[in-house]
């Protein structure tokens, strides 16, 4: 009689291949729901620092455009470029700007030439430490945006019409400097995003409404 109950509470091969084949189950669906939510909250992540980081671009041409003078420069050939153009080179947008900090005191202007480009699908910020140039190479290159397709521009100008160089070719102001534009229309194109635009007012100043 011992026997028999001793052996009837134990489990047979088959009863315990079919527990090993559900617990198997079981651990494959919590690894697949675990990957799952690993997944996207890698993706989420991933997807916020892209927001961050295109804000941020814009922080930076927002706060340039936003202190931008009519400051012309001249170049290492000793050339004069306008405060603000588009460069048919190189860059895609170059001008002064003022306001640059300088926490150490140094002995320079609070005037600095910036530039901004296109260059193998990421936005850069260039500027140089000096506004007349001796040399043309940029002082400091800064990345500001990665997956970046486009860079387009538009330029509002005293007349209320929109031109997409600057300045304005075959244009009758013969005013040296010529005055700076009211507006401008930043447009990016980016892999995530989609086709992204802002619109940037400039100080008034010189030849402005």
């Known amino acids: 009689m011992s ?16 527990a090993l084949a559900i617990f198997a189950i079981l651990s494959t669906l919590a690894y697949g729901s675990l990957r799952s939510a ?9 997807r916020t620092e892209q927001l961050a980081r295109l804000q941020m671009a814009f922080l930076f041409i927002s706060r340039d455009l936003g202190q931008v003078v009519n400051r012309p420069i ?18 895609r947008l170059e001008f002064t700007r003022s ?8 002995r320079r202007s609070t005037l600095q030439r910036v530039a901004y480009a296109i ?12 506004l007349d140039r001796t040399d043309e190479k940029p002082t400091l290159s800064q990345s500001l945006l990665d997956g970046v397709e486009e860079f387009e521009l538009r330029f509002l100008d005293n007349k209320n019409k929109w031109n997409k160089e600057w300045p304005v070719l075959n244009s009758d102001d013969n005013k040296q400097p010529p005055p700076l534009p009211v507006a401008i229309e930043v447009t990016l194109e980016l892999q995530e995003w989609g086709r992204i ?10 030849g402005r409404p």
Request: avoid cysteine.
């Open 3 to 18: 026997r028999r109950l001793h052996r009837e509470a134990g489990f047979t091969l088959l009863e315990l291949l079919i």
């Open 99 to 106: 306001g640059w900090n300088n926490p150490a005191r140094t």
């Open 119 to 130: 260059e193998d699908g990421e936005l850069i910020r260039y500027s140089w430490r000096m």
């Open 197 to 206: 635009r802002r619109l940037f007012r400039l100080p008034a100043g010189e």
């Open 74 to 91: 001249r170049n290492t050939y000793g050339d004069t470029q306008l405060a603000l153009f588009t460069p048919q080179q190189t860059y």
């Open 38 to 46: 690993l997944l996207n909250r890698d993706q989420s992540q991933q």
